[in-house]
Structure formats: C-alpha cells, structure tokens
C-alpha cells in the first residue's frame, strides 16, 4: 500500500494488535477519536474498548502503568502526545522502565513501547518541538528507536512491540504526512539498532536521523555529491558497524540532527567515530544541528531547523579540507 | 513451622470498617444567577453599576477576541489559538475578583482576565503569532502560558510562598483545566501550598472536556472541588456560567487565601467552541449536548439579571460591540507594525551572559544567511509577526 509515515504507524499498530493479544494502546486521546494525529484511528473499533483506551491526562501514570502492565505479560503501547510532554514521566523511564530487567536479575521484564511525535516545524506551541533524543539514548536500559520513512515506521515499530525491552519510539511528525512510499500489506519487521544506507559513495559519510534525514538527502542532491548517507534509525542500541565502515571508507563525515548541539547525539557519533576510525580520516568530522536554545515559537521556528543550505555548507567544507 | 499455604480467604467477617466514601459527600454549585435569570438579591455583590456593566463588556469582549482570532488563524494569520467560547463568566468573574497586585498564572483561554489584568492586546495576539517577545508581558502580572498542562502549579505555590514571605497581601492565581487535576504537578503543587498556608487561589475551569476525554474519564472523582479535601485545603464548586458567582467565589477564596488557606475552586462550566483551531470537536460530542450548552449562555444569562434588575436599559449594546470590535481591529494593526525580528532574537535572553559557544553559534548562522540567501526559501515566514 501507498502510505505516509502516520498511515503506516497506524498501520502497524493495527497488524500487531491483531498479531498478538497481549498488546493495549492507550494514552490521551487516541482511542474515541483516533489521536490527535490519527495515528490510532480505528483501532478501537477493531479491538475494543478494553485494549485501546483514552487516559486521563497523567503522563506519569501512563508510562509507569505501562511498566507494570508489561511486568504482568502484556504487551502496552503507550502513546505521550507530544515529546515535550514526555519529560515528566523521564522518571519512570529511568527509575522503573529500563532498569527493571537489571534489576530483578532477569526476573521481571518491560516489553513495552512509548511512542511520540517529536520535532520542530510543525507550527505548534510551546513544548511541542524538541528534540530531545539524546537525552533518552543516554539511558541505559532504553532502547530509542527514530524512524524516518514510512517503510521504517511500520516495520520498526512492530519490532518495538516485539522487542522483549522497553523502547521509545520517537515519531518525527514534521514528516507525517509529507512523504508517501510503497510498503508492504501484512507484517514485516525492520531491526532495531541497525541503520539503513540511504545512498552509497566514496566521497564522504553524511549521517542524520528523523525529519533531518530529508533535509539531508536534499542537500547531498543539491551538491551532486558521491555520498555514503546513512540514516541512523536507532539512538539507542547504536550500529557503530555501519557507521565506521561507512567513514573509514570514505575518510570525511558530516553529521546532521535537528537537536541542539551540545550534549546532542551528533557528540556521541563524533567520539564513536574519534575512538575507532581515527586514523582514517581525512578532515574533521563536521556537525550541522540546531542551536543551543529552546526551540523559537512559530513565527522564527524554521531558522532553528537546519536546512539544507547549512547542511551543503557544512558538506562543502568537509569535502574541500 | 507457620503454615504459609496460601488459600483464598473467605468472606471477611463483618466487624464495621468504616469507609469514607465520596458518596457522603454533598458538593453544592454556588450559583446566584439561575440558569432562567432568577437571581439571590442577598448574594449579589456589592458593585456599582459601571462595575456591573463592565463585566457584561468583558464577556463581550472575550467572544469578539474569540470569534475574530478563530478567524484570522483560518486565513493563516494567527497560530494554534484555543478559544474560552461558553466559559466567558468563568474568565471575567474570576479575572474582575483579583487585585492588581495578584499575579495570574495562564492557561490559553483567559484573554479576557489577561486584558483587564493589563496585557495589551497587540501582545497577546502576537503572542499567538509565535512572537517570543509577547511573552515577556509588559505591564502586567502575568506569568508565562502554561502550555504544558499542570507544570505551572507548583511554581504557583512557590509565588505565593513568596508573597507570603514578602507579606504582600496579593495572591497567586493559577488557571487550569480539569485535564491539569490528573497530573503529577497538581497534585504536589497543592499539597505543598496547603502544607506552606500560601496565599494561593487555584482556578479549575472544568469545561467537561480535555481535548477529546469527557470529565467522567479524567477521573474517578465526582467532583474536582472535592479534590481540596485531601490537601486540607478549601474547595469551592460554582457555576461557571454565572459571572456573578465566579465573581463572589473567587473573591472569597482570594480573601480565604491572603488568610493563609489555599482554595481550589472548581467553575462548572462548557467549552462550547473546539478544544483550539487544529481540533475537530464533532468527532467527540453530540450536537444535543452543545445545544444543551448553548441554552445556559453566559452572557444570555447576565443580560436577564442586568434586565431583571434594571440595569440593561443604562449599556448600550450596539455601542459596545462596535467598541471590543475596533479595539481588535486596532489590536491586529498593531501586531502588523510590530518589527519583523532579526536572528539574533532566537539567542537573546537565553542567560544573562551569552557563552562563548553560543555567541560562535549565531555568528556562524549570520554569515550562512548572508552567504546563502536561498536560505530564505526554505525559511517560511509564519503567520506575519
Ligand atoms: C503535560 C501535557 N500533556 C498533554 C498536553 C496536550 N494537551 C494540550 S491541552 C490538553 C487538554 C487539557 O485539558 P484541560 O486541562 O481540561 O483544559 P482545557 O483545554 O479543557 O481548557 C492536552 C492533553 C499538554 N499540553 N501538556
């Protein structure tokens, strides 16, 4: 079928609810009307009000009955209705979600998902634009998953709710609805914690994520340049494979995230890069990202996102050291 | 050795457990102002008629604001706007109960209170253009907007710990919905304000609905003024669609406040418009409630008390209406004027000092600007501002 990013979320949700019993969706408002997204549309009609329901406005609640819902043999998908929102429930994430396999020895696990749109660009309040996966992947424990494809999201997030861990699926809604592509009917499966190569070159590895892997692949067209580009998909577990073959090939590698520079994931790449490929490169490793601010409001949003004017810059520079 | 073998336990004996359920609990709604007009000559405040006038303009003035921003915001002027149409009482009652000197912590729907709390209204419509610096609130009161439901609560309870550090004789007055009463902060906010004696008014407008979620799905509770009682800590329950009774409850819990008794007070009230302009209401709620709401219009209601009691022949209508419509128009001419900001906006005011980095940062996006002017194409201007 021909889907967007929600479409093929929605879709996915409605394969593995089928698949597997055990599995609940629940969070503000996604059962009665389908979210404000609609990224749940239907499925309550399909499987019931016992297994799809609206919550009260508890992020706290939601994340944390999640972990004591997976403890006892289901399978929850809880949904935080934007990421900004999320930080309240970060507690329960780290406090109870992600250590309780560690733990307990293995005793008890938390299979569960969060998922949530996450992102600027969308002309939305504040709190409802921020990045803050690096925050998550610095978890450990947590899985943080970021797909940027439609074909990703619906196979990686049946791998989500299968996964035997808890993860967080941060949606880049700046791209629900603007991309279509072809994905498969039925159920398939994407790994998590295995990028994808978007595109493959010799003359320099562009590495991004989420809504910037758009931008990215704009720029390099832009550039005609001969680009491996990987799209990293996983924060947490990282496939460092990918990515050091991929550099110590090319010798050059600029990365791009929409998050704010310091401390954003885009550092961790660097010192991944730094402590194993060293020696293979041939320039610094160049970073596009967002500025070390607050997400501006609406009416100066889209400078803060980096546009592929930035990125080609940034290419440019790497490519000519 | 104890025997440990576990077996359903029977039937407990009966031995008289008290419980204490919500069911022993009566929660009357103040009203002053029945819903057909009747009204309680004891329980009207005690204002002169320019005060009662006024309140009438002020409910005019929050559904011109409404009705006009829901407007431009269609024609891609405005952002995300969340209208307060059917709970203008609730907004002008509670905004016309507080002192100068109170300092109101916002939700999204109180353009009215905001108003006469002294914001101009060029900056709370470039407020909902996404305009950083209408959020500085120039000369009033007023807290930032609390967009991420209930966060503000407990840092109502330090502002008015504070107050009554200060001994100020003013209060803290935070708005909320219904959806704020099941969050975390809420509850650790008024726990700590009732613990402290702060001078804290807490002002729950629920208006039935959290975006899709009707009131009897946010929580088990029948009421959110009972909710008080846990938190030693005073509740109110009042008819949100009476201004006059918004008015009275808020002004008592204020004095109950600078008293050192923190109250929740509780407006029953509807929200008539959608949740904000990206919301959809007819996906979630019959036609025959909003009907039912209609009839219970605040504004409807007041006009047969001003009628009633001989007031409505002194207020020009006409003249009002047109007046809250030039003030608006007024209002978006000036937020057209308002100078378009340059990058540098996006770094201000992150700390007092900028760091180093960030200072490297803007400069380096000034000289991509000004190397790279297709930058410009992908920078869409939002709505103007
Ligand atoms: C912590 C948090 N979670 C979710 C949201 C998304 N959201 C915005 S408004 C809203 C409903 C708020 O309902 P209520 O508090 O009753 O106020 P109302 O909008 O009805 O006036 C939700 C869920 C949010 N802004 N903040």
Known sequence: ?321 | MVNRQRSTPAEPTDVSVDRLSQDELDVDTYRVVEPDGSYDPEATPDLDDESFRDLYRWMVLQRTFDDRATKLQRRGRLGTYPSGRGQEASIVGAGFALADQDWIFPYGRETAALLMHGLSMRDLLLYWRGVEDASRMEGANIFGLAISIGSHIPVVAGKAWGMKLADEGSVAFANLGDGATSTGAFHEGINFAGVLGAPAVLFCQNNQYAITLPFDGQTNADTVAQKALAYGIDGIRVDGNDVLAVYNAVAEARKRALEGNPVLVEAVTYRRGAHTTSDDPTRYRSEDEVEEWKERDPLERYQTFLEETGRWDAIDEEAIREEVDEEFSAAVDAADEFAERGVEEMFAYLYEEMPPELERQQAAFEQVLEERPEMYEYIEQRPKG
């Open chain 1, 1 to 321: 079928m021909n889907a967007t990013i929600i479409q093929a979320v929605n879709d996915a949700l409605h394969e593995e609810m089928g698949n597997d019993e055990r599995t609940l969706v629940f969070g503000q408002d996604v059962a009665e009307s389908g979210g404000v997204f609609r990224a749940t549309e239907g499925l309550q009609d399909e499987f019931g009000e016992e297994r799809v329901l609206d919550t009260p406005l508890s992020e706290i609640a939601i994340v944390g009955s999640a972990i004591g819902l997976a403890t006892h043999g289901y399978r929850p998908i809880a949904e935080i209705q934007f990421s900004g929102f999320l930080p309240p429930a970060f507690d329960q994430l780290v406090t109870n979600a992600s250590r309780i396999r560690w733990r307990t020895r293995g005793e008890l696990t938390a299979p569960m998902v969060v998922r949530t749109p996450y992102g600027a660009g969308v002309r939305a309040l504040e709190h409802h634009s921020e990045s803050l996966e690096a925050v998550y992947g610095h978890v450990p424990g947590l899985k943080v998953a970021i797909p940027s494809t439609p074909h990703d999201a619906k196979g990686m997030l049946i791998s989500a709710i299968r996964d035997p861990d808890p993860v967080l699926f941060m949606e880049p809604k700046h791209v629900y609805r603007s991309l279509r592509e072809e994905i498969p009917e039925g159920t398939y499966t994407e790994p998590l914690g295995k990028a994808a190569v978007r595109q493959e070159g010799d003359d320099l590895t562009v590495i991004s994520w989420g809504a910037m892997m758009h931008n990215t692949l704009e720029a390099v067209e832009n550039l005609g340049v001969d680009a491996d580009v990987i799209d990293l998909r996983s924060i947490s577990p990282l496939d460092r494979e990918t990515i050091l073959e991929s550099v110590k090939n090319t010798g050059r590698c600029v990365i791009v995230h929409e998050a704010a520079k310091t401390g954003g994931f885009g550092a961790e790449l660097m010192a991944t890069i730094n402590d194993e490929a060293l020696m293979y490169l041939k320039a610094p490793i160049n970073r596009v990202t967002g500025f070390d601010v607050p997400v501006p409001l609406l009416s100066m949003e889209d400078y803060y996102i980096p546009h592929p004017p930035r990125i080609e810059t940034a290419i440019e520079e790497t490519l000519e050291y």
